[in-house]
């Protein structure tokens, strides 16, 4: 068994057990439409569905590479877990820096940053599309968090510069 499919099931098995306990939140008088089961069960959908894929993906990669294993690819393999582990780590720090920047900068601007610093480390030839992907995916997901659903994003000190 490989570390995505392993990684896969467990995260499965989370996603049923986080999005059990979000439905197990009370429903109050005074919720909104989305109210406080909303985002936590699209949560636990995004991850379920994501856990699967993964699933998917390490089942077939399994599948791929029985039909090519040699002694010569295990090398290769060990070095693209390595750069695999590496880049997850990249990731992380990533993530971090998002939460860590988004009370001073604000949702929006953070969001922009996100995707733009995300789509260039994973996919570094794409530079020329960086910026209008981030931009575009930061105003897109603004207008359906904070316009349409209403939930309450940081703003960061630009407002007080405003």
Known sequence: ??????????????????????????????ADSVGAQGL?????IALGILSALLIAQALYARRRAAA?????????RR?????????????????IGYVLLLPWL??????????ATTVWYQERHYRHKVWPLAIGGAVIFWLIFVQLLQIAEPSGFWPSLI
């Open 106 to 115: 604000g949702y929006i601007v953070c969001l922009a940053l996100l995707i």
């Open 1 to 30: 068994m490989t570390r995505d499919l392993v990684s896969g099931c467990i995260l499965l098995v989370f996603s049923i057990v986080y999005y059990l306990a979000a439905a197990a939140i009370p429903v109050s008088m005074l």
């Open 68 to 76: 090519t294993v040699d002694a010569g690819n295990e090398a290769v």
């Open 79 to 95: 070095q693209r877990d390595k750069q695999g582990a590496l880049r997850a780590a990249g990731m992380l720090a990533i993530g």
């Open 40 to 44: 936590p069960k699209s949560y636990g």
